[in-house]
């Protein structure tokens, strides 16, 4: 299988879900700019966002696909199958209880999320965390069949359904605000719809891939089917596994709490400016790390099934490689172009210079840390393909009070961009601890080239950083507000001529573009 060829097919649509997704902050920047109410969606949105990463990509994900793929591996597909149906059957009850327990303690979830909103914020934010909090079991569901599809090297419909929440989002600020604002109702609310309908339309997507691969999970809707199902060996495996998982993703939603409820206590539009600059910075995390965590995991897995230690190394290898040819330039690009990129994409309408300034020293902060947030996207599954959470969870709860530590030094100084930088940082700080730790124990053994394929991308990022500071500096990215037109074509040169002389360093340099093409 060429890894390369899936990892684009994965990038592609991914590349496809982050534009999308860019189109949608930029409605909400335009229609409703930074401010208390933009401030109560992205808290709502937050709530049942971060119990998805918590309890379905997080947690569920990091423990289902090793055990998925293990067992495929050893067993074959009709005792995966059982499994698949018995996992099924227990998260669909538990989801049930979660979202009941989700609608009815909004209000505390809320002002534990963002005490400092002030009081119609507050409203707000209650209203659409009950309307999108369902959100989360469809999302959990959605999960199970991506870990599913993934493991049967089906990746196309996992990667291409988030697409459907952002055109669902983007009806909702087009066509449903003015219906709401016509009603006398809070137009921010209407976006609470489109996250529900997007939610609803991401399931529906993932029963006929399911179909087609014929592991679609018969759930059991009785109390007799949920006895059956939860007494299934492998879902107690599961669990177990589950449990240091959960512990690891709760240290990171919970930073993010805590960033989030900081914020709130900010000047208003800091928790906006911080999830603006947050959005674009998902360009290269989602394009790079997540399509390279999504290919190996179960690659990664198959190959300590089967004890190939040699394969296991190498496939860790080629994907930090590819992270450090494709994810560098990105940080030197976030570092030096900032503002010409928040400018063009979202300074309009509502959104005003100010609004610009202040995400753009938000998107510095991430920058700055944006190597650490995609390699441990490729570093993390090398600890759950062995099935070790608990090394990841320990380095992760010493990173969460490293950054609480940072906070404390640095939003005094730099307001809410202290958190994006205190995160950056923190990201740094985690993805060479967990080297370390696979080198340590041998798990990953570096090939003999690092130190002058390091050289050589360094010199490249050096010339691509050079031209892009010239850029920003010599054209009036806020001026040509009056021609967007202008300024997106001038972005568009600036960044293929940025590209081009990049990769063109990269080649006169030596680099064999080609050798990424890595088949296993």
Not at 282 to 289: C, H, R, S
Not at 440 to 466: K, N, T
Request: charge should be positive; proline fraction near 5%.
């Amino acid at each position: 299988m060429n890894l390369l060829r899936a990892a684009s097919l994965v990038s592609a649509w991914t590349l496809a879900s982050r534009i999308t997704g860019l189109v949608r902050e930029q409605l909400i920047a335009a229609a409703f700019g930074a401010s208390s109410a933009t401030d109560a969606y992205q808290v709502a949105f937050r709530i049942p966002n971060l119990l998805r990463r918590l309890f379905a990509e997080g947690a569920f994900s990091q423990a289902f696909v090793p055990i998925l793929a293990a067992s495929r591996a050893r067993q074959g597909d009709e005792a995966t199958s059982r499994l698949i149906d018995a996992v099924a059957t227990v998260l669909l009850w538990v989801l049930l209880l979660v979202c009941l327990l989700g609608v009815l303690g909004a209000p505390v979830l809320v002002w534990l999320m963002a005490s400092g909103l002030p009081e119609q914020g507050q409203a707000d934010a209650v209203t659409m965390t009950r309307w999108m909090f369902p959100y989360i079991g469809c999302m959990s569901l959605v999960a199970l069949s991506a870990g599913i599809l993934n493991t049967w090297r089906r990746f196309a419909v996992p990667a291409a359904t988030p697409v459907l929440l952002n055109l669902s989002v983007i009806g909702a600020a087009w066509w449903l605000a003015p219906v709401f604002e016509r009603q006398g109702w809070p137009p921010i609310r209407s976006l609470a719809v489109g996250v529900m309908i997007g939610g609803l339309l991401q399931l529906a997507l993932q029963v006929p891939a399911l179909l087609r691969i014929g592991v679609f999970p018969r759930v059991g809707l009785t109390p007799a089917r949920f006895r059956a199902a939860w007494a299934h060996d492998g879902v107690h495996h599961i669990l177990r596994q589950m449990a240091p998982a959960l512990l690891g993703v709760s240290v990171a939603q919970l930073s993010l709490l805590i960033n989030t409820q900081i914020a709130s206590h900010l000047q208003p539009g800091s928790v906006s400016w911080l999830t603006y600059a947050d959005r674009l910075m998902e360009f290269p995390t989602a394009l790079l790390g997540v399509a390279l965590g999504v290919v190996l995991l179960p690659q990664l897995s198959a190959a300590q099934a089967s004890g190939e230690s040699e394969r296991y190394s190498a496939l860790l290898d080629w994907g930090l490689r590819l992270v450090v040819l494709l994810a560098l330039p990105c940080a030197v690009a976030l570092l030096v172009f900032p503002q010409p990129l928040v400018a063009v994409l979202y300074h309009y309408g509502q959104f005003k210079p100010t609004d610009v300034n202040q995400t753009v020293i938000a998107l510095m902060g991430y920058g700055a840390g944006l190597l650490g947030l995609v390699a441990i996207k490729v570093l993390a599954p090398g600890f759950y393909a062995r099935q070790d959470i608990r090394t990841p969870v320990r380095i992760a709860i010493t990173v969460l009070v490293l950054t609480q530590l940072m906070n404390l030094a640095l939003v005094p100084l730099l307001g809410h961009a202290g958190l994006a930088l205190s995160i950056g940082l923190a990201a740094l700080v985690n993805a060479t601890w967990l080297l370390i730790g696979l080198r340590r124990r041998g798990s990953y053994r570096p090939s003999a080239e690092w130190r002058g394929f390091l050289l050589r991308i360094g010199l490249a990022c050096g010339v691509m950083g050079v031209g892009l500071a010239w850029a920003a500096r010599a054209i009036d990215w806020i001026g040509l507000g009056a021609s967007p037109g202008l300024r997106v074509l001038w972005l568009a040169g600036v960044l293929v001529a940025a590209a081009l002389a990049y990769f063109g360093s990269l080649l006169l340099a030596g680099v064999q573009l080609r050798q990424f093409a890595r088949r296993h």
